[in-house]
């Protein structure tokens, strides 16, 4: 138990440093009006989706880091400026944006050059779809069930900031500082809970061979899928050699990777985005987010294989 509480205070040291300087740096732009200079790109997105101004600076900043984004939207929400269903949407609006990022930095870096044109190119395009599909489902709630006041086009102009820097740092450390504490505390307390369950070995006691044998896929996609599932960048690396090798067909290497994929991202989420969402914005609303997001990935993955399960005959 004591080696588990150190791992995870050593977690929580070394995320919770990079979150304070995110924080305070998130912090002290907004305090300087640097956000409202650069909101303008994502202003007519937001106009659109009746979300609140804040949100065109926040999803300019999740390029970037979707975590000094959500803190962003969670500060608001705590100073009453968000309600809590603006700070859903908004933060729902905030995981879009990676999905773009990682179309360069990850398949067509990687994912295309080891698995190939076809096979690489559907698997960066189902990615690439839940993402815009989380952006369609956050324009047409916000729409529905946003005021159209907290419309962003119906903002003033950016007001002039006369804020000196040493004031901008005071406000900075002041109004993130009970955050901090809160995401701190609550990302300890998680990291704790994940790591006791994978040390009782029930994460690692769940397997995907039912969930293939439901499926009925292909005998010889079984090993490719386990490996995936542990580690979906050494599944892709062995898939790659099958499917050039004529041992796999390029339409079961795609079954593998969604049925590996709506095994694994169900994990992944306990694993990585339920600390993180929760840690800052309470367990409530952050599990929530983390269902959400995960039941969107998980449900585009399902048609995907479906469909492949009905090519594949």
């Known amino acids: 138990m004591l080696h588990l509480l150190a791992e995870s205070l050593v977690a929580t040291a070394s995320t919770m440093s990079i979150v304070f300087i995110m924080l305070f740096l998130t912090g002290l732009m907004n305090e300087l009006g640097l956000f409202y200079k650069i909101s303008y790109l994502a202003k007519p997105l937001i106009s659109f989706s009746h979300l609140p101004a804040v949100s065109a600076s926040t999803f300019v900043v999740s390029l970037g880091s979707a975590l000094a984004a959500n803190t962003m939207i969670a500060r608001m929400k705590d100073e009453g400026s968000l309600t809590e269903r603006q700070a859903f949407f908004c933060a729902i609006m905030n995981s879009v944006p990676v999905y773009f990022r990682e179309l360069f930095t990850y398949h ?41 006041g907290s419309d962003a086009s119906k903002d003033a102009d950016i007001p002039e900031n006369k804020t000196t820097i040493f004031q901008a740092v005071l406000r900075s450390l002041h109004g993130q500082g009970r955050l901090f504490l809160r995401i701190s505390s609550l990302f300890f307390i998680m990291t704790f809970l994940v790591l ?47 499917i050039s090798n004529g041992s796999i067909s390029e339409v079961k290497a795609l079954i593998v990777l969604m049925l ?54």
């Open 108 to 148: 067509l870096a990687f994912v295309v050059p080891v698995l190939g044109l076809f096979a690489g190119g559907i698997y960066a395009i189902v990615a690439l779809s839940t993402g815009i599909i989380k952006l369609f489902i956050v324009v047409i709630l916000g729409r529905a069930y946003l005021p159209e």
């Open 196 to 242: 006791y369950l994978s040390e009782k070995g029930i994460l690692q006691s769940i397997n995907a061979l039912p969930i293939a044998q439901i499926f009925r896929v292909p005998p010889e996609t079984i090993v490719p899928l386990t490996i995936y599932v542990a580690s979906p960048k050494a599944g892709i690396t062995l898939l790659g050699p099958m």
């Open 260 to 313: 590996g994929s709506m095994f694994m991202l169900p994990f992944y989420s306990i694993r990585s985005l339920m600390p993180n969402y929760t840690s800052v914005f309470g367990v409530r609303l952050g599990l929530s987010l983390v269902v959400i997001s995960t039941g969107i990935s998980v449900l585009v993955r399902l048609l995907v294989l479906i469909v492949l399960m009905v090519l594949a005959g």
